[in-house]
Nanobody, 125 residues
Framework: QVQLVESGGGLVQAGGSLRLSCVGS????????MGWFRQAPGKEREFVAA????????YYADSVKDRFTISRDNAKNTVYLQMNSLKPEDTAVYSC??????????????????WGRGTQVTVSS
């Protein structure tokens, strides 16, 4: 059973920064792409960022491009999301996910098989 545990969320003022971490269990972490999604109250879950298994190619939602950076350290079974210039509309529960390997897309939630419980990010204005 794959487990994913996020950390690093919190309360920050607009314009501030946070770095989220997601640690995965097992020996296969480096064999799969990883993604970050978020869900705000009353809204559907949305794609934030993803990274290929080797870490050589990131993908971003337009809403976070040039502000967020996804990276990974396969030796530590960890994927990161550096979030800069945060805005109140970034407020959400952020969850990491491991690709299921059946789909080529990395921006849709059905392409992911395992999910963490999430970490709350709150950005005050």
């Amino acid at each position: 059973q794959v487990q994913l545990v996020e950390s690093g969320g919190g309360l920050v003022q607009a314009g501030g920064s946070l770095r989220l971490s997601c640690v995965g269990s097992g020996r296969t972490f480096g064999m799969y792409a990883m993604g970050w999604f978020r869900q705000a109250p009353g809204k559907e879950r949305e794609f934030v960022a993803a990274i290929t298994r080797s870490g050589d190619r990131p993908y971003y939602a337009d809403s976070v491009k040039d502000r967020f950076t996804i990276s990974r350290d396969n030796a530590k079974n960890t994927v990161y999301l550096q979030m800069n210039s945060l805005k109140p509309e970034d407020t959400a529960v952020y969850s990491c996910a491991r690709q299921n390997g059946q789909y080529s897309t990395l921006t849709r939630d059905y392409a992911y098989a395992y999910w963490g419980r999430g970490t709350q990010v709150t950005v005050s204005s």
